[in-house]
């Protein structure tokens, strides 16, 4: 089936703790990208990539890093978490190219920092 | 950089009513359109796609999106509406020329539907 998959699904952790989400995805896609949700402000773009060793900032990097070392994995790390970072964040991948391919989303990872 | 406005942040309505949302975007380009759907506690489904060609899109569960250039609009339409399409929903846009793969969403619209 194909899918994006996230984990951890939910995660609580205190201000400073780093931590990482990990995001692959089965389709061999090339474009891979970071959202989080807030209430009222939608999904907004992190980070993306657009292949492997490719990646760039989104709208609203700031306090996260991303990697794409292999096609299928694009994890997110916060380095030192502070509470403005709790929201909920998804995965997404696309096939790449020339044009715009549909995103497929991953379930969501509800990170909560204390 | 484009933007995305939808005008209501909340929705009430009884079964069988029928449902429009409004989405303006800001940029006047060549554009493709998206609606989004979030079910409570569900990841993010695509209810229907808009990128050339007839500007009445239909999607899934019955609805339907309409792409007004002239006003920089794509709304959202529903006839008769059930408890199960309480959900949160997103319009979204894609400017390829300008931004690649990147997606711009709107704020999001929360419909309850009351039994």
């Known amino acids: 089936e194909a899918q994006v998959t996230q984990n951890p699904r939910y995660l609580i952790t205190v201000t400073g703790k780093k931590l990482t989400v990990t995001c692959s995805q089965n389709m061999n896609h090339e474009y891979m990208s970071w959202y989080r949700q807030d209430p009222g402000l939608g999904l907004r773009q992190i980070y993306y990539s657009m292949n492997v060793e490719v990646t760039d900032k989104g709208d609203v990097p700031e306090g996260y890093k991303v990697s794409r070392k292999e096609k299928r994995n694009f994890p997110l790390i916060l380095e030192s978490p502070s509470p403005n970072q709790t929201s909920l964040y998804f995965c997404?991948?696309?096939?790449?190219?020339?044009?715009?391919?549909?995103?497929?989303f991953g379930p969501g990872t509800r990170l909560t920092v204390t | 950089a484009q933007s995305v406005s939808q005008h209501n942040h909340h929705v009430i309505l009884s079964e069988a009513a029928s449902l429009e949302l409004g989405c303006n975007y800001s940029?006047?380009?060549?554009?493709?359109l998206f609606w989004y759907v979030q079910y409570p506690g569900q990841h993010l489904q695509l209810l229907l796609k808009y990128f050339s060609g007839d500007p009445l899109v239909k999607g899934i569960k019955g609805f339907e999106a309409e792409f007004i250039k002239s006003k920089f609009s794509f709304n959202l339409r529903k006839p008769s509406v059930q408890w199960s399409d309480t959900a949160e929903y997103f319009c979204?846009?894609?400017?390829?020329?300008?931004?690649?793969?990147?997606?711009?969403f709107g704020g999001g619209t929360r419909v309850l539907v009351k039994p």
């Open positions: 979204a846009v894609n400017n390829f020329e300008a931004a690649g793969n990147k997606l711009t």
């Open positions: 997404a991948s696309s096939s790449g190219g020339a044009g715009f391919y549909e995103q497929y």
């Open positions: 940029y006047g380009g060549t554009v493709n």
